[in-house]
């Protein structure tokens, strides 16, 4: 069965550090392009990282200097690497697989795991 | 960047009609745009890609669609189940959602 499972999700201090996992079953994590895609409580969906088939990376503006995307191939599975956290990075944080070219469609969603930066 | 802009912000309809939510694109996208239905606690689930292509497994009253700036995705005879909020992409933008309500 195709499937994602995010965890790693806690309430964190501002300033703080975290770093989620995506665990991926029946497709490879390496041969898809992975993202990490947030939502506030209540609002919209906010896309942060990817990381491509040959390994290059993108970032969102907020998340550039501060959140690092990575995988680790054998384990299969997605990383994100949280500093410096801020009030406003409080989310669910969703992983999803993007199908370029056929879709152009995040396909595959995890359940999403909340991080929740407060004092 | 492209901006997606929803309308209407909140629908509300009767089980048994039909709901049309409205997707606009800041410059013209093609048919480059994709649907999601995010149901109460749950994640997002693909509908709709390339503007009017269902995803496997969606139900043929969903469809899309529209092409350049102005898109619609028309759900046909509401069911409860329907009641979710909606969602509008291009890549990596994201519109803010139409929050379907069932009466």
């Known amino acids: 069965e195709v499937q994602l499972v995010e965890s790693g999700g806690a309430l964190i201090q501002p300033g703080g550090s975290l770093r989620l996992s995506c665990a991926a079953s029946?497709?490879?994590?390496?041969?898809?392009?992975m993202n990490w895609i947030r939502q506030a409580p209540g609002k919209g969906l906010q896309w942060v990282s990817v990381?491509?088939?040959?390994?290059?990376?993108y970032s969102t503006d907020a998340a550039t200097g501060r959140f690092t995307i990575s995988r680790d191939t054998s384990a299969n599975s997605l990383f994100l690497q949280m500093n410096n956290l801020r009030a406003e990075d409080t989310a669910v944080y969703y992983c999803?697989?993007?199908?370029?070219?056929?879709?152009?469609?995040?396909?595959?969603w995890g359940r999403g795991t909340l991080v929740t930066v407060s004092s | 960047e492209i901006v997606l802009t929803q309308s209407p912000a909140t629908l509300s309809v009767s089980p048994g009609e039909s709901a049309t939510l409205s997707c606009r694109a800041s410059?013209?996208?093609?048919?480059?745009l994709v649907w999601y239905q995010q149901r109460p606690g749950q994640a997002p689930r693909l509908l709709i890609y390339?503007?009017?292509t269902r995803a496997t497994g969606v139900p043929a009253r969903f469809s899309g669609s529209g092409s350049g700036t102005e898109f619609t995705l028309t759900i046909g005879s509401l069911q409860s189940e329907d009641l979710a909020v909606y969602f509008c992409?291009?890549?990596?933008?994201f519109g803010q959602g139409t929050k379907l309500e069932i009466k």
């Open positions: 999803a697989t993007f199908r370029s070219g056929s879709l152009d469609a995040f396909d595959i």
């Open positions: 390339g503007a009017s």
């Open positions: 990381i491509h088939p040959g390994g290059t990376t």
């Open positions: 410059q013209s996208i093609g048919s480059n």
């Open positions: 029946g497709f490879a994590v390496s041969d898809n392009y």
């Open positions: 992409q291009h890549y990596t933008n």
